[in-house]
């Protein structure tokens, strides 16, 4: 049997968990491609992710037709998450294995609204309150 690149798509990731239903998120938006969510250690309030559906590792492995799909998502998210948090900017993060501060081994792009002089929270930092979350995620889907 042909062996696996060190770099396979490992689809017990806990992102594929997600879009299997097998564990809960605090969805924000949904559409036949690509899934977002509040990120459970947000690094500012409104902090939020947007996966495809479609299993890639990171943007190194990625189909560029998903790519595609998943941009002008990515580009929707921000300007709600932008308003709803009457954010004076926004991060678009993305990292690519764990040299580059990949955690989790599925293509998700991190939104996070910045307000002037805030600093940010650590990456992977403390778990939010759910209940928190779930407000959060209702602001940004109202100014979606
Ligand atoms: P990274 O792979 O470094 O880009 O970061 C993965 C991100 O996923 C981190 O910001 C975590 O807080 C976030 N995260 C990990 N598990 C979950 C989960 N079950 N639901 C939502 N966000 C998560």
Redesign the pocket.
């Known amino acids: 049997m042909r062996e696996q690149p060190v770099t396979a798509y490992d689809d017990n990731n806990?992102f594929a968990k997600?879009l299997r239903g097998e564990?809960p998120?605090v969805k924000v938006y949904e559409d036949d491609h690509t899934l977002a969510?509040m990120?459970?250690?947000p690094q500012a309030p409104g902090h939020l992710?947007v996966i495809p559906k479609t299993g890639s590792r990171n943007i190194l492995d990625a189909d560029p037709d998903v790519l595609a799909k998943t941009i002008p998502v990515v580009q929707k998210l921000a300007v709600a998450a932008k308003e709803a948090f009457d954010a004076d900017g926004i991060y678009v993060a993305q990292?690519n294995e764990p040299a580059a501060?990949?955690?989790?081994f599925h293509l998700?792009f991190?939104i996070v609204p910045r307000k002037d002089g805030e600093p940010l929270k650590p990456?992977?930092g403390a778990m939010a309150d759910v209940e928190m979350l779930k407000a959060h995620a209702e602001k940004i889907k109202q100014a979606l």
């Not at 501060?101 to 989790?104: A, D, I, L, S």
């Open positions: 806990i997600i564990i998120c969510f990120d459970v250690m992710l990292f501060g990949q955690t989790v998700h991190h990456h992977s």
